[in-house]
């Protein structure tokens, strides 16, 4: 089944990661893709994706006017704009007292403006077309935790700022047909947390405090990605789906 045929969907941090793979699978389920990236996306990369693939657009969503170039050059180009995925992210992981204003920008930057400008410039095509669309954000099981295996406050402040804008876009954007929903990662297996993964006894601990015994795979988050853009979840909005192996369940 192929549940997304007709819709054209973008995903920002399409090149790497739950990006990609969330990419590969909208693909997968008939949409076309348009993948956003502050990286430069090869054409083998593109392809991978498959005959769902549409176009690579670069820019850096922390960019207002990057932003709205791209999104404009994605309409362009597919004519429509059904899905938004809000997959990039970054993390400056340092104790809150060393953590400077500098490095506390530049996460809120990328993981909370730029998701809000990502999200506005497809609203405000969706809303201009008439098209009661389907926004997924990408938060975090640290969104919900204060806890983790090291200090990260700028990164779980932002990522529980996007709960409660999930929410808050969710209810004004109902009247338009566009659901906000979100998902909450555990630690997934990528090269976003490369460092860890590389640490044995880090990756233990992290399966020992997991319900499920296991990292989560950028593919078990694109899954849920899916569901949320699909028909499937055509009455739920404003919610945060946590992938997390049980791990807030605790």
């Known amino acids: 089944m192929k549940p997304l045929v007709g819709r054209v969907a973008v995903v920002t941090g399409g090149a790497s990661g739950i990006g990609f793979a969330t990419a590969k699978a909208l693909a997968e389920a008939g949409a076309r893709v348009a993948v956003l990236d502050r990286a430069t996306v090869s054409a083998d990369l593109l392809a991978s994706l498959g005959t769902g693939a549409h176009c690579a657009v670069e820019a850096d969503i922390a960019d207002e006017g990057q932003v709205d170039r791209a999104f404009a050059e994605v309409v362009a180009q597919a004519g429509r704009i059904d899905i938004l995925v809000n997959s990039a992210g970054l993390a400056i992981r340092q104790p809150a007292v060393e953590h400077t204003v500098a490095d506390w920008d530049k ?51 932002t990522k529980g700022a996007i709960v409660n804008m999930t929410r808050a876009l969710a209810v004004e954007w109902a009247p338009h047909g566009i659901r906000v929903n979100a998902v909450a990662p555990t630690y997934v297996n990528t090269p976003f947390i490369a460092p860890l993964v590389a640490q044995p006894e880090l990756v233990a601990r992290i399966e020992a405090m997991t319900p499920l015994k296991r990292l989560a795979e950028p593919e078990d988050v694109a899954a849920a990605i899916v569901f949320l853009a699909g028909p499937g979840a055509a009455m739920i909005t404003g919610h945060t789906l946590p992938v997390d192996g049980g791990f807030l369940a605790q």
């Open 107 to 157: 996460v809120v930057a990328v993981n909370m403006t730029g998701t809000f400008l990502c999200a506005r410039a497809a609203a405000r095509h969706m809303i201009g077309a008439g098209i009661a669309g389907a926004v997924i954000n990408v938060s975090s099981i640290m969104g919900f935790s204060g806890g983790g295996l090291y200090p990260n406050i700028s990164y779980q402040t």
